[in-house]
C-alpha cells in the first residue's frame, strides 16, 4: 500500500518570496518601467524555479520512494539500497534553510534530503519497506522507545498477574 506525504514548505523560501514581491510592488509604484520588468521577470523565474523545481509530495510504497515534482520529472529511490535515516547533518550553510529535513543516505553515501510535514509518520512508512535501515532520526526513536517502555510495562504486569494466579491455583 502507498503511502503519500506532502512537502513542508521551506520558511526562508515563503519569506523571501514574500519580501521579493513586496519590493517588485515598491519598484513598481517609485522606479521607472525598464526596472521594473527586469525586476518583475526575475521574480517569475524564481517563483518558477522554488515552486516548480521543488519536490511537492513523496509516496512510498513497493520498497522505494518517489520524489514527484511539478515541472520536472519524479525521482525514484530504492529504499532496499538505504543503509541509514537521519536528523540533517549540521552544515553551516543549512542551519537556517533546513531545519525540517531528513536525510537518506544510500549504501554508496548518496545522500536525499525530505522534507515531510509528518516526520514521524515518514520515518515509520520508510522503516515498514526496510527493516534494515539504520534509524536515528529523534522524533521517531524518542517515540518508539516510550512504546517499548510501555508494552514492557504491560508484558511484566502481565507475567506477574499470571504467577501469581498460578500460585493461588496451586495452593
Known amino acids: ?39 518583475a521577470i526575475f521574480g517569475v523565474l524564481c517563483c518558477i524555479f522554488f515552486l516548480g523545481f521543488r519536490p511537492y509530495k513523496y509516496i512510498i510504497g513497493k520498497k522505494s520512494l518517489s520524489i514527484h515534482y511539478r515541472l520536472w520529472r ?15 547533518v549540521s552544515r553551516w550553510a543549512d542551519i537556517a534553510t ?25 520515518v515509520a512508512a520508510v522503516m515498514k519497506e526496510n527493516k534494515r535501515i539504520h534509524c536515528t532520526v529523534k522524533a521517531y526513536t524518542d ?8 508494552q514492557r510495562k504491560e508484558k511484566r504486569k502481565a507475567e506477574k498477574k499470571a504467577a501469581r494466579e498460578k500460585q493461588k491455583e496451586s495452593d
Open 1 to 39: 500500500m502507498e503511502k503519500e506525504f506532502k512537502v513542508r514548505m521551506n520558511v526562508a523560501t515563503i519569506i523571501f518570496l514574500c519580501a521579493y514581491a513586496l519590493y517588485t510592488i515598491y519598484v513598481a509604484v517609485t522606479k521607472d518601467m525598464n526596472t521594473f520588468i527586469t525586476i
Open 98 to 122: 533546513r531545519p525540517h529535513a531528513i536525510e537518506i543516505y544510500t549504501n554508496t553515501k548518496k545522500r536525499y534530503c525530505c522534507f515531510p510535514k509528518q516526520r514521524v509518520e515518514f
Open 74 to 88: 519524479k525521482r525514484q529511490v530504492d529504499l532496499m539500497e538505504c543503509e541509514t535515516i537521519c536528523d540533517p
Open 143 to 150: 517515540v518508539h522507545r516510550q512504546l517499548e517502555k510501555q
